[in-house]
């Protein structure tokens, strides 16, 4: 019923910036938290970030300070703005969201979008 619909991703130096976008579309309920997951081979998916729809954040160790997530309801969409990026960053990224009905929460993933980092 939701789709995500990915933009951004792609190749940058070490220290650049990068800015993903999702975009929920399709016949949604309500939103709660949508965010980003990543993955690399051999590695299970982790969060990134996440955000609610009162724009409470959360950000693993790892980025804070680095990444900075952000959120328009009224679009049903989040960005995900990156700096300050290292090798280790790079990673298949993944947006995710929870649909909220009154008996069920389903969540929905993106395809997925390739972030790399190398010099």
């Known amino acids: 019923q939701v789709q995500l619909v990915e933009s951004g991703g792609g190749s940058v130096q070490p220290g650049g910036s990068l800015s993903l976008s999702c975009a929920a579309e399709g016949k949604i309920i309500r939103l709660y938290h949508m965010g980003w997951y990543r993955q690399t081979a051999g590695k299970e998916r982790e969060l990134v970030a996440r955000?609610?729809?009162?724009?409470?954040?959360e950000y693993r160790d790892f980025v804070k300070g680095r990444f900075t997530i952000s959120r328009d309801n009224a679009k049903n969409s989040i960005h995900l703005h990156m700096r300050d990026l290292r090798v280790e960053d790079s990673a298949v990224y993944y947006c995710?969201?929870?649909?909220?009905?009154?008996?069920?929460?389903?969540?929905?993933w993106g395809q997925g979008t390739q972030v790399t980092i190398s010099g």
């Open positions: 955000i609610r729809p009162d724009h409470v954040t």
């Open positions: 995710y969201a929870e649909e909220m009905g009154w008996d069920q929460m389903r969540t929905y």
